[in-house]
């Protein structure tokens, strides 16, 4: 099986830094684009950084210019750099990857990791 396990979040100041990473375990054949969304309380998940295998990002509006997202394909992880944060990125952040076992390609997901924004 595989498994998605994320660290790294927690309680920050706003204009504060935290790092997230989710490192994917298992019979894995090849990992194809990965990315983190969040969800924060009563509001719909959102998609926040995606990127392929290739290292091609692509970010929210909201984020663009403040998170980073890069991979590391030979530890089978990603991560996610967010600096200067608000208290509106505020929500519990789950990474996706796209994984390839055997034939085709199916999405797994971290088990979420929360991230606060506050003084």
């Known amino acids: 099986q595989v498994q998605l396990v994320e660290s790294g979040g927690g309680l920050v100041q706003p204009g504060g830094s935290l790092k997230l990473s989710c490192a994917a375990s298992?019979?894995?054949?090849?990992?194809?684009?990965m990315g983190w969304y969040r969800q924060a309380p009563e509001k719909q998940r959102e998609s926040v950084a995606t990127?392929?295998?290739?290292?091609?990002?692509t970010y929210a509006d909201s984020v663009k210019g403040r998170f980073t997202v890069s991979r590391d394909n030979a530890k089978n992880t990603v991560y996610l750099q967010m600096n200067s944060l608000k208290p509106e990125d505020t929500a519990v952040y789950y990474c996706?990857?796209?994984?390839?076992?055997?034939?085709?390609?199916?999405?797994?997901w971290g088990q979420g990791t929360q991230v606060t924004v506050s003084s």
């Open positions: 996706n990857a796209a994984i390839r076992r055997a034939f085709v390609f199916e999405d797994y």
């Open positions: 298992g019979s894995i054949r090849s990992i194809g684009a």
């Open positions: 990127i392929t295998s290739g290292g091609s990002a």
